[in-house]
Structures are given as structure tokens and as C-alpha cells.
């Protein structure tokens, strides 16, 4: 057993304990043989892909991030129900069953922490050390957020949904998970709530039995546990919408003192890519070598992955493969011939629909978020 097995026991071991949850059907069991994931906490835990195990159109489940601010919920001792009201003409619940019984849709979509690349940022930040594996790629199925929304009669007054999942906080002075999704976004088509991930029910560690899709924004939206959708006329009170994922408008450099009007709330992901093979720091032979990578972007698509050999060489046009999706990301490569031994970095940038292009480096932010920073494989041909 690795070490993640070992904790993926652990936390399983901590909910299945009892007689209830051995009947949860959305449970996934555990598989014995597992890639490793990287620990960057466990309590909360938080799990970080190594960006190896990116190296696919889809990222594997049981490979998966895993960012919880609280604690996994013992889901399974009780029936699953959502409940759907506020300001709504027919406020409900679904039950799981009930759920699956309305139109399922799949879409295949990158879910990232914004948080993604914090421990690139100089000068160094507090918060979860992320490099590059706090993003995946999934295919999601469950049922259209709006269906509900137009089955419980959203009123015109609601320009906001409010969504708490089933997480607990620790002590009674820990605040709950909360967020709000504006109304706009909560109706867009390809906002779901999902019940199935690539095909599996949904993993207990990613929100199962069901979690919020967000198709193109960060993770923090992407609520998972969902137990209460609610409308209402404003944003989700409390520090983790109110204070939490908000970036200055324009840089500001550390220590600048900003005034709440001059934050935003993080919603849409930037352009970015990831080499993916070779790993970082092989030795390979001269001659042609493949090299592998995956790009995505937050609004419209990936247009463009280039690379470059050595800082002064001109950038050369990768082979994206796939077709091109809001919200999901394409895979790339290219062949890389190298006649002469020595010691090289090689940098990949990918360009959007929307004419962006990954910087050199991502300006400083004061809570670390969307790093998209050019990513560099150093390697030596011998
Ligand atoms: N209920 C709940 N939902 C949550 C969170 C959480 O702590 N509680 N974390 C969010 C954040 S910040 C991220 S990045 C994603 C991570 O999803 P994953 O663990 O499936 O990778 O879940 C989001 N949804
Ligand atoms: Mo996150």
C-alpha cells in the first residue's frame, strides 16, 4: 500500500466506520494500486496531482486533486436530499433518485483551484503550497443547475444562488462553506450538478453524492456535497465569499493597501498550459524526442500551444490535438530533434480565442491565485 492509499484508508476508514455508509451507493471503493498523490495537507486535506499523472485527455479519479477546506462529511447515514428554494415559487427537494431521473448531460470540463501555482509567486505567500497539479480534467454528468432553477420557479427579484454543501465545520467558530453563483451563471446551460464523474458515480472526496460544475471558472465555485441551493437578491454572506477569491482589478504590488472596491470576485480561469512528458529533469537521448502537454483556458479556447528551446530561439508551433471546448482542455505535442548533448529548458506557452498568451511569469497577487506562468522542462541530452 503507498502512502496515499494508506490516507485515501484512513479517511474512508474514519466515514465507512458504522453500519450506514457501507450501503452509500456513490461510494467508490478503494483501489490497491494508485499513482502516488502529492500530501500537502490532511487536515483539510488536500491532495495534488503530479503533473506526470496529466499526461491524458482525462485525468483518472482516484489521480484527482483534492482541495476541502473542512472536513469530508459522512455522507451515506442518512438519504441524500437537495433542497431548492428562497426566492422561489415551489421550493423542493431532489432526492438522488429523483435527480437522475431528469435530463443527464456530460461535459467534459478542467476544474483548477485558483490557487493553482501559488508557490511560484515571489515574494512568497501563506495558503496551500500548490505547483502544478491542483487541476484535472473529467468528464461530469448529472442534470442542468437551470432545470431546477425553472422547476422551482426562480423569481424575478433572485440574482444570486446561494450553495452550501454538507461539509462540517470543525468548531461552532469555524465558518461553513459558503458561496453564491450570480444568476447569469447559474443559468448558463452548461452549469450542472453532478452526480457522475468519468463515468463513476461521483468519489466521495469530490463531492459525492453531488457537486456544482462551473464549466471555465475556478474551482471555488464548484461546490461540493450539495445539499441547499437557495435564491436570493444578494451574494452569499460570510468570509468565503465575501472576503476569500476576490483579486485586485489591476496589480498591486505586496503590501499595497486596497479598499473592497478595488477587489473583484475570481470567476473565469486564465490561459495555461503543462508539460506533461518527459518528467521534469530527465535525461534523454539525442535525437527525436516526443514531448506531451496539456492546455486549457477559462473563455472561449486554446488557439495556439508554441515552444522554445534555450532562451533566444524563436517559438515553434506544437500539434494540438482534439477539438477546441470552453471549459476543457486539449492535449499537444511535439517532436523535439536534438543533434547536440547538453543541458536545455524547454518552454511552453499557449495562446486563447481571446488573443491571451501565457506570460513569462503571473503578477503578484496578494493571495497567490491563477499562476499561469510559462511552464519550463529542464532536461539533459546525453
Ligand atoms: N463543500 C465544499 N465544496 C468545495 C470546497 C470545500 O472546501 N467545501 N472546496 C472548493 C475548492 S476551493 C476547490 S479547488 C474544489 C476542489 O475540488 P476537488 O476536491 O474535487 O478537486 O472544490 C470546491 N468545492
Ligand atoms: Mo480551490
Not at 45 to 70: C, G, K, M
Not at 107 to 133: D, H, M
Not at 139 to 161: C, K, S
Request: some cysteine; charged content about 20%.
Amino acid at each position: 500500500m503507498n502512502r496515499r492509499t494508506a490516507l485515501r484508508r484512513t479517511v474512508g476508514g474514519v466515514l465507512v466506520c458504522g453500519s450506514g455508509i457501507a450501503s452509500f451507493e456513490t461510494h467508490t471503493p478503494v483501489q490497491a494500486e494508485e499513482a502516488e498523490l502529492i500530501v500537502r495537507n490532511t487536515r483539510p486535506l488536500d491532495l495534488e496531482t503530479p503533473v506526470t499523472a496529466l499526461d491524458s485527455w482525462i485525468t483518472p479519479n482516484d489521480q484527482f486533486f483534492v482541495r476541502s477546506h473542512l472536513s469530508t462529511p459522512a455522507v451515506g447515514l442518512s438519504p441524500w436530499s437537495l433542497q431548492v428554494g428562497g426566492l422561489a415559487d415551489r421550493p423542493r427537494a431532489w432526492s438522488l433518485v429523483e435527480l437522475q431521473k431528469l435530463e443527464q448531460v456530460k461535459i467534459p470540463a478542467v476544474l483548477q483551484c485558483s490557487g493553482n501555482g501559488r508557490a511560484y509567486f515571489r515574494p512568497r505567500l501563506p495558503g496551500v503550497q500548490w505547483e502544478k497539479g491542483a487541476v484535472g480534467h473529467a468528464e461530469w454528468t448529472g442534470v442542468r443547475l437551470v432545470e431546477l432553477l425553472e422547476r422551482v420557479g426562480y423569481q424575478r427579484g433572485a440574482a444570486h444562488v446561494h450553495l452550501l454543501g454538507a461539509d462540517p465545520p470543525p468548531t461552532p467558530k469555524t465558518p461553513q462553506f459558503l458561496r453564491s453563483l450570480p444568476i447569469e451563471r447559474a443559468l448558463d446551460p452548461n452549469t450542472l450538478i453532478a452526480t457522475h464523474m468519468n463515468g463513476e458515480p461521483l468519489p466521495l472526496l469530490h463531492g459525492g453524492p453531488m457537486r456544482l460544475v462551473v464549466p471555465g471558472w475556478t474551482g471555488n465555485h464548484w461546490l461540493k456535497w450539495l445539499r441547499q441551493i437557495n435564491l436570493a437578491k444578494d451574494e452569499a454572506p460570510g468570509t468565503y465569499q465575501q472576503a476569500g477569491y476576490r483579486m485586485p482589478r489591476s496589480p498591486a504590488p505586496p503590501g499595497a493597501v486596497l479598499k473592497p472596491t478595488d477587489l473583484v470576485p475570481l470567476t473565469v480561469m486564465n490561459v495555461k498550459s503543462l508539460i506533461t512528458a518527459p518528467a521534469d529533469g530527465s535525461v534523454l537521448k539525442p535525437g527525436k524526442n516526443e514531448v506531451r502537454g496539456v492546455a486549457w483556458t477559462g473563455d472561449g479556447h486554446v488557439t495556439k500551444v508554441e515552444y522554445a528551446v534555450g532562451p533566444d530561439s524563436p517559438w515553434k508551433p506544437a500539434i494540438l490535438q482534439g477539438e477546441p471546448r470552453q471549459g476543457s482542455w486539449r492535449t499537444w505535442k511535439f517532436d523535439w530533434e536534438t543533434a547536440q548533448p547538453g543541458a536545455y529548458v524547454v518552454r511552453v506557452r499557449a495562446t486563447d480565442s481571446n488573443g491571451e498568451t501565457q506570460p513569462e511569469s503571473t503578477a503578484w497577487n496578494r493571495s497567490g491565485y491563477l499562476w499561469n506562468g510559462i511552464d519550463r522542462l529542464t532536461c539533459e541530452v546525453r
